[in-house]
């Protein structure tokens, strides 16, 4: 259905698809066209894989990918060069959007080539969390990173009742036992032209996602306890530069605050990037235990 719409309005597609059943339709429809349909078996969710193992169906890999259709890298701050329409995975949303931002803030894979846009089906579930605010209980670290690296936009709400899925053979309504699941959102997630600076780099950004772990592993804390756990010299200024009252709640920050307070721990002389080694601590603690 998605891939006829995006036909009808004339635009160029690459079918990226999984599963084998769809494969003969998409063939059929692609030698009707001339040219406009390209039709690829492979796993978009499991693109770029670290090691080589053969899986089905097999894994994409964008730089093959985008190079056999002339996609070329092109500086972030230029316009969205390619637009990607789909589905979030059911079963394991959560991965599939932490892997994008992991691609993201590290400027690799498909935001190797510039700010890809995604347009995606997601659960009500996974749409709230990522726009949650700090006085919402869904609130969290993916909240504040979705946010500080997406312009998030819902297109559309449609009920759960007009998907079918297709399992053992036979096509079958599409169910869910959640209350908080009645439809599915379609969204547009953009990457922020902005989202890089002199202080956040692709080549720190992972950093900056250990910092927001860490502060929601400490979200009751009060700030200044939080920056006295850190040995920060300057604890008034930066709340003066914050905004902030000294017992605010570290889990109260916006996500522009959490990008505000790395960009300027990052340019501080005196910084030790405690809350980085804590961060590591804690980990090798829970992989020990």
């Not at 002339?70 to 394991?92: L, M, S, T």
Request: hydrophobic residues 35%; proline residues 5%.
């Amino acid at each position: 259905m998605i891939t006829s719409a995006l036909l009808n309005a004339g635009l160029q597609v690459i079918a990226l698809e999984r599963d084998r059943t769809f494969l003969p339709y998409l063939e059929s429809l692609k030698n009707h066209l001339n040219g406009q349909l390209e039709v690829i078996y492979c796993d978009f969710f499991s693109r770029d894989p670290s090691n080589n193992r053969a899986t089905t169906p097999p894994p994409l890999f964008t730089e093959t990918l985008f190079k056999n259709f002339g996609i070329r890298e092109i500086p972030w701050e230029a316009d969205v060069p390619v637009k990607i329409v789909g589905f979030f995975p059911v079963k394991n949303e959560r991965s599939a959007l932490w892997k994008f931002l992991y691609d993201l803030y590290s400027c690799s894979s498909i935001y190797d080539y510039g700010r890809i846009e995604l347009n995606m089906f997601i659960s009500e579930k996974e749409y709230k969390k990522i726009i949650s605010k700090p006085d919402e209980k869904f609130y969290q670290p993916l909240s504040v990173l979705c946010q500080t690296a997406y312009e998030i936009k819902l297109l559309h709400m449609e009920p759960l009742s007009s998907f079918v899925t297709f399992k053992s053979g036979k096509f079958q309504s599409f169910k869910c036992k959640e209350s908080k699941n009645k439809h599915l959102n379609f969204i547009r997630l953009t990457p922020r032209r902005n989202l890089f600076t002199d202080n956040l780099t692709p080549m720190n950004s992972c950093n900056f996602m250990y910092l927001v772990k860490q502060c929601f592993t400490k979200r009751k804390y009060k700030l200044i306890d939080l920056f006295n756990s850190w040995s920060i010299c300057n604890k008034g200024d930066l709340l003066q530069q914050l905004n902030r009252n000294k017992h605010d709640p570290v889990g109260s920050l916006e996500p522009e605050e959490f990008k505000y307070l790395f960009e300027v721990l990052e340019s501080s002389e005196t910084f030790t990037q405690k809350w980085l080694f804590d961060h590591f601590l804690q980990n090798t603690v829970l992989e020990s235990s």
